[in-house]
């Protein structure tokens, strides 16, 4: 078994509060979910209203199919998302 995981980071430029970062979160989280059945959810910056930190986890046995995936979900999240992206990095960790 493989478990991938996806760290990315976003500048919130011109946020004025959480709520509107909650909004930027939760909608990415909600694309992201139900097109690529992955878990994902905000990670380290909490509290900052110019920096969120997204991690998404998804396990396969096949790390070229697993890598293929989060590809896709950080093809998808620069597309969908007008923020800036500032920070990504893909890690596989495998489990006997």
């Known amino acids: 078994m493989i478990i991938g995981v996806l760290r990315v980071e976003y500048a919130l430029h011109g946020n ?6 909650r909004r930027v979160a939760n909608s990415l989280k909600t694309k992201v979910r139900n097109k690529f059945n992955v878990s994902i959810a905000e990670v380290g910056s909490e509290n900052s209203m110019s920096t969120l930190a997204l991690s998404l986890v998804s396990v ?18 620069e597309a969908v ?3 800036e992206m500032t920070y990504s990095d893909m890690e596989f960790f495998g489990v006997e």
């Open 16 to 21: 004025e509060s959480l709520k509107d970062k």
């Open 60 to 77: 396969s046995n096949s790390e070229k199919h697993l890598q293929s995936r989060l590809t896709k979900c950080l093809s998808m999240m």
């Open 81 to 83: 998302c007008h923020e």
